[in-house]
């Protein structure tokens, strides 16, 4: 796996890319920039629902190496992105039974590696996470995954809850793994399509999408230490919903 992260640099070859369909991983903007070419650039920012971020002009320059950045770079994706609608064809299409993940503030590229390569050993079909917020999908991240991330369909969106609306108009179970729950994930059915909401180790999953889910469930605790790492977490349920199955 190549390990240096593929990028453009320069307003005119980034607006370019962006309109001929290319996918980033993010785009970073030099502070205080304005001009139609700007403009232009934002709009299809948001258009693509690409991640951005603005920096000083020295981290660009650190980047770009002497190039002339134009105070854009765009970190080329290291996946090919698919959209929600096209993750829930492709999953239906696969399988009568689709497992996908929702990862709700995951941040840590190790962890979403890992629990990709859960899920595709599994034999989950997608994963979603947000467009900002969430743990960048790069080339440390595929690496962690073993390559499942190469295997799996991945979306990204700007607003999970609209994503969480289209799995369950598409017949698909969502359940919010949370410790708070009263169910545990055993007494939780998980054998039809299926959605498994996890969120971070520290703040767990929002309030703004725990709501949503049609269940929620939690992993039964023994030790003092009162959590599990999220990839960690994430392979017990994917792997109780593969019990369920086997079983049923």
């Given amino acids: 796996m190549e ?3 593929q990028y453009l640099f320069g307003m005119h070859p980034v607006i370019e890319a962006l309109r001929c369909g290319r996918k980033f991983d993010k785009i970073l903007l030099k502070q205080g920039m304005d001009g139609p070419q700007y403009r232009e650039l934002m709009q299809l920012i948001a258009e693509r629902e690409v991640q951005y971020q603005w920096v000083p002009v020295e981290k660009l320059n650190r980047a770009a190496k002497g190039g002339a950045h134009q105070g854009v770079i765009a970190y080329v994706a290291n996946i090919d992105y698919v959209d929600i609608e ?14 996908v993940m929702i990862l709700d503030g995951v941040s840590d590229v190790r962890n979403l590696g890992a629990i990709a390569r859960s899920l595709e050993v ?7 996470v947000p ?3 969430g743990a960048a ?19 990204k969106v700007s607003n999970l809850r609209l994503a969480i609306f289209s799995l369950q108009q598409a017949g698909f179970k969502v359940v919010a793994a949370s410790e708070k729950a009263e169910k545990m994930i055993y007494d939780v059915d998980l054998t039809g399509p299926l959605a498994i909401i996890m969120g ?3 703040y767990g999953i929002s309030k ?3 709501p949503l889910a049609d269940e929620t469930a939690r992993i039964p605790q023994s030790g003092e230490i009162g959590s599990l790492n ?7 349920v994917a792997f109780e919903a593969v019990r369920q199955r086997i079983n049923n």
Wanted: aromatic share 0%; net charge positive; with cysteine.
């Fill in 131 to 133: 467009a900002k917020g």
């Fill in 137 to 155: 999908v790069n080339a440390e991240a595929v690496k962690a995954s073993a390559g499942a991330l190469l295997r799996l369909d991945t979306c």
């Fill in 208 to 210: 703004s999408i725990l």
């Fill in 86 to 99: 096209q993750l829930i064809t492709n999953s239906l299409a696969l399988s009568r039974n689709p497992m």
């Fill in 122 to 128: 599994a034999g989950g079909q997608g994963i979603i």
């Fill in 230 to 236: 999220v990839s960690v977490a994430s392979a017990l």
């Fill in 3 to 5: 390990e240096k992260m």
């Fill in 200 to 202: 971070s180790e520290g």
